[in-house]
């Protein structure tokens, strides 16, 4: 028996599983981590050693945390197979199931059809958020950066810093690119915690009312917790001085032995 079913329609219970499956892991697992990590800008000046300002505490952590991650083995091929492919995959199905869907949200409560939009729209949004963020401070796409900034793990605070506010002092075009990573951070906290909430109904483990509604709480709190650390970062990265940290994270490159480099002024 011969069936006109395409690819996608055959595969479709499979396909939604996979997809809803990157969505929590690896993606939301490195979302997680990557916002816990930038925040220890914020909870870095927490710590309570002796003899140094809470910006140096700031500044120290964050680059500790960097230069353990550029510590890893094949880094490169980490960020490929294990980050990279995985958001492509989960984009470009999320794309197509917006675009083909049929959404019927007249027949469902207020708040549902609240979720159902900006789930949509936060996908996209995220999306383009994604590859801004990663061709300008992994893939060095400097033109895309207000003064033209590059990033660098080394001087991991300072060069962010620089990349948000425009330069060592504020720009118009830099309190742009800040306003923009805390809108669309908080988007990419949103698509997270919603998705995670759906994930349980598409793979059937919340299936009573009773279920979804208290994972919902569950989902709610993470989503809690990893929008206030998203705020940190972008928050705790706008506000220091890139002069003041870029001094500190000299020092910590000379604690360490190494060379220290001069980095070039911004662009004008």
């Keep these: 028996m011969t069936t006109n079913e395409s690819f996608m329609q055959r595969n479709y219970f499979l396909l939604r599983r996979l997809h809803s499956l990157t969505g929590v892991m690896p993606i939301g697992v490195f979302l997680l981590f990557h916002l816990t990590t930038n925040a220890s ?17 700031g500044v120290r952590t964050f680059q500790a945390e960097v230069d353990f991650i550029h510590s890893t083995p094949f880094l ?15 984009s470009l199905l999320g794309v197509y199931y917006a675009r083909t869907g049929r959404p019927n949200t007249g027949a469902y409560p207020y708040q549902a059809n609240w979720r159902y939009t900006l789930q ?94 208290q994972w919902g709480y569950v989902c709610a709190g993470v989503g809690a917790a990893l929008m206030l650390a998203g705020w940190a970062s972008v928050l705790g990265f706008a506000t220091i001085d890139p002069v003041k940290a870029r001094e500190i994270e000299l020092r910590h490159a000379a604690g360490k032995g190494g060379a220290a480099e001069v980095l070039p002024a911004p662009k004008p």
């Excluded at 800008?41 to 505490?57: C, K, N, Q, Y």
């Excluded at 980490?78 to 980050?83: A, D, H, M, Q, Y």
């Design 120 to 213: 949509r729209t936060s996908g996209y949004i995220g999306i383009l958020f994604i590859f801004y963020h990663v061709a300008t401070l992994r893939w060095g796409w400097t033109w895309m950066v207000p003064g033209g900034v590059e990033w660098k793990h080394n001087f991991a605070a300072s060069t962010m810093a620089q990349i948000l506010r425009g330069g060592d002092e504020w720009t118009a075009a830099g309190a742009a690119v800040s306003a923009a990573y805390f809108v669309c951070v908080s988007m990419l906290v949103f698509h997270f915690a919603n998705g995670l909430w759906t994930s349980a109904i598409t793979w059937g483990l919340t299936i009573s009312a009773r279920a979804q509604k």
């Design 41 to 57: 800008i914020v909870w870095g000046m927490l710590d309570s050693r002796e003899g140094a300002t809470a910006l140096e505490r």
């Design 76 to 90: 490169l091929l980490v960020e490929v197979f294990g980050l990279w492919l995985p958001i492509a995959f989960h």
